[in-house]
């Protein structure tokens, strides 16, 4: 999605070589109107899936998911990194080690959302080893449900994340493949004179 690779290229700063920053659009300030045509993408690439539900993690996940949910015509439930106190013990838990923070989190989702023959559509910010996508997948499992595909605002692509969804069998779509952030440069796998 070009839109978002030049957001990338002229709003992003590459922390190191494997992590980008983006808090300028998408994971502090929100760009909305970028966040709403990403949305829009997500649900033209799975529109012909009969998704009745989109999945996501609070709360980088949320922005580039609520247009993809309105466009489709379902609901948006976002997994919930700590339990809520309102929050009984009817939920789907599973355990998402992260990237970026180097810890081993808690995800929950309220068995009251997800249900058994619902086509689940999963979105999230970033995939870089697959962590929080796989977690987002063991609870659609749960639930009995089932895994329609899995969209992603940015992919690593020097990571091994979208190699293991794949291997898996679900398919990826990604917005913007990073394919390196060596020497603080952004380069896209589109990119690639081969
Ligand atoms: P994974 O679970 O695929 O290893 O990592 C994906 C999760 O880690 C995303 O939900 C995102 O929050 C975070 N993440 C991974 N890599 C990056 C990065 O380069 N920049 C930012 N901002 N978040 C990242």
Known sequence: MEQLKQAIRDRGKVLSSNVLKVDTFLNHQVDVNLMAA????????????????????????????????????TPLIFAR????LTMNDNVFVSKVYSFTKQETNEITVSKDFLLPGDSVL?????????????????????????????GIVIEKSFQDGRSKLEEAGYRVESLARVHSLENGQVTFVDELIS
């Open 122 to 150: 999963i979105i999230d910010d970033f995939l870089a080893n697959g962590q929080a996508a796989l977690g987002l997948v063991d609870i659609v499992k749960q639930a009995g449900a089932k895994v329609a595909g899995i």
């Open 81 to 84: 990194k700590k339990k809520s």
């Open 38 to 73: 990403v949305g829009q993408e997500f649900a033209h690439l799975f529109k012909n899936e009969k998704i009745t539900k989109v999945l996501t993690i609070e709360s980088s996940g949320i922005a580039p998911s609520f247009m993809a949910a309105s466009t489709l015509g």
